[in-house]
C-alpha cells in the first residue's frame, strides 16, 4: 500500500477505540510467526491493550493518514506510580518504559514505526532522562534493535492462566547514540528499509 501523506501527533480520547482495534490486529498478524495464537489472544485481553492513561498523560502518539489511524505507540514515567515509600525512592531512578508501538501491518518498513518511537524518545529526553527501558515479546526485538536497544535480559509476560510468554528486556541509552535528525516527523516521508516493528512492547511498571 502506497504512503501518502501522513502525520505523528499525540493521541486523544476520541482515538481509544481506533487504537485499540489496530493493536489486536497488529498483535495477531505480526506475532503468529514467534507465538502461539491462545497465548496472544491472552496477551491483548490481559495486558498488550491500550492504556488509557497513557492518553491521559498526554505520552501516547498516533500516526494517520487520510484520517485512519496506521500507527500508535508511547512512553509511561515510572516516578510516582508505587505503593509503598521504597518503592517510590526506587521508582526515581528508574528509567521510562517504552510501552507500545503498533504499524498497521500494511504500513510496516514505511518509518511509521520510527517516527512514534523517535517522539516517545524526544519526549523522555525533555524530561530529563538519559536511557529508556522495555519489554516486548519476540516480535518486535529486530524493530528495537535497529533502533539502539540492547538487550538486557530474557524476560517472560506472566498471564492470569499461568502461561508464559517469552520476551526480551532491552534498554537504550541516549548518550551513546546521535539524537536524530530524522527524529520527530510530523509528517511522513517515506523511509525504506525500517525493520518490522511487530506487534509491541509490554511496560513493566
Given at each position: 500500500?502506497?504512503?501518502?501523506?501522513?502525520q505523528?501527533?499525540?493521541?486523544?480520547?476520541?482515538?481509544?477505540?481506533?487504537?485499540?482495534?489496530?493493536?489486536?490486529?497488529?498483535?495477531?498478524?505480526?506475532?503468529?510467526?514467534?507465538?502461539?495464537?491462545?497465548?496472544?489472544?491472552?496477551?491483548?485481553?490481559?495486558?498488550?491493550?491500550?492504556?488509557?492513561?497513557?492518553?491521559?498523560?498526554?505520552?501516547?502518539?498516533?500516526?494517520?493518514?487520510?484520517?485512519?489511524?496506521?500507527?500508535?505507540?508511547?512512553?509511561?514515567?515510572?516516578?510516582?506510580?508505587?505503593?509503598?515509600?521504597?518503592?517510590?525512592?526506587?521508582?526515581?531512578?528508574?528509567?521510562?518504559?517504552?510501552?507500545?508501538?503498533?504499524?498497521?501491518?500494511?504500513?510496516?518498513?514505511?518509518?511509521?514505526?520510527?517516527?512514534?518511537?523517535?517522539?516517545?524518545?524526544?519526549?523522555i529526553?525533555?524530561?530529563?532522562?538519559?536511557?529508556?527501558?522495555?519489554?516486548?515479546?519476540?516480535?518486535?526485538?529486530?524493530?528495537?534493535?535497529?533502533?539502539?536497544?540492547?538487550?538486557?535480559?530474557?524476560?517472560?509476560?506472566e498471564?492470569?492462566?499461568?502461561?508464559?510468554?517469552?520476551?526480551?528486556?532491552?534498554?537504550?541509552?541516549?548518550?551513546?547514540?546521535?539524537?536524530?535528525?530524522?527524529?520527530?516527523?510530523?509528517?511522513?516521508?517515506?523511509?525504506?528499509?525500517?525493520?518490522?516493528?511487530?506487534?509491541?512492547?509490554?511496560?513493566?511498571?
Amino acid at each position: 500500500m502506497t504512503l501518502k501523506h501522513w502525520q505523528c501527533r499525540l493521541a486523544t480520547p476520541a482515538d481509544e477505540v481506533h487504537v485499540a482495534a489496530l493493536q489486536v490486529e497488529c498483535t495477531h498478524q505480526l506475532g503468529l510467526a514467534f507465538h502461539k495464537d491462545l497465548l496472544l489472544s491472552s496477551y491483548i485481553r490481559e495486558i498488550g491493550g491500550l492504556d488509557k492513561d497513557l492518553i491521559n498523560r498526554r505520552t501516547y502518539y498516533v500516526v494517520e493518514q487520510d484520517n485512519h489511524i496506521i500507527g500508535s505507540g508511547g512512553w509511561r514515567d515510572r516516578r510516582g506510580r508505587p505503593a509503598s515509600d521504597l518503592e517510590a525512592h526506587k521508582s526515581k531512578f528508574l528509567p521510562p518504559c517504552i510501552c507500545t508501538v503498533f504499524v498497521d501491518p500494511d504500513y510496516i518498513r514505511r518509518g511509521v514505526g520510527t517516527a512514534i518511537l523517535n517522539a516517545a524518545e524526544e519526549d523522555i529526553r525533555l524530561a530529563g532522562y538519559h536511557s529508556a527501558e522495555l519489554v516486548t515479546i519476540l516480535s518486535a526485538v529486530n524493530f528495537y534493535a535497529s533502533h539502539g536497544y540492547r538487550k538486557l535480559d530474557n524476560s517472560v509476560v506472566e498471564l492470569s492462566n499461568g502461561s508464559l510468554l517469552p520476551a526480551i528486556r532491552m534498554s537504550k541509552h541516549f548518550d551513546d547514540h546521535k539524537s536524530g535528525d530524522d527524529a520527530k516527523a510530523s509528517e511522513g516521508t517515506k523511509k525504506g528499509g525500517d525493520p518490522q516493528p511487530g506487534s509491541g512492547s509490554h511496560s513493566e511498571s
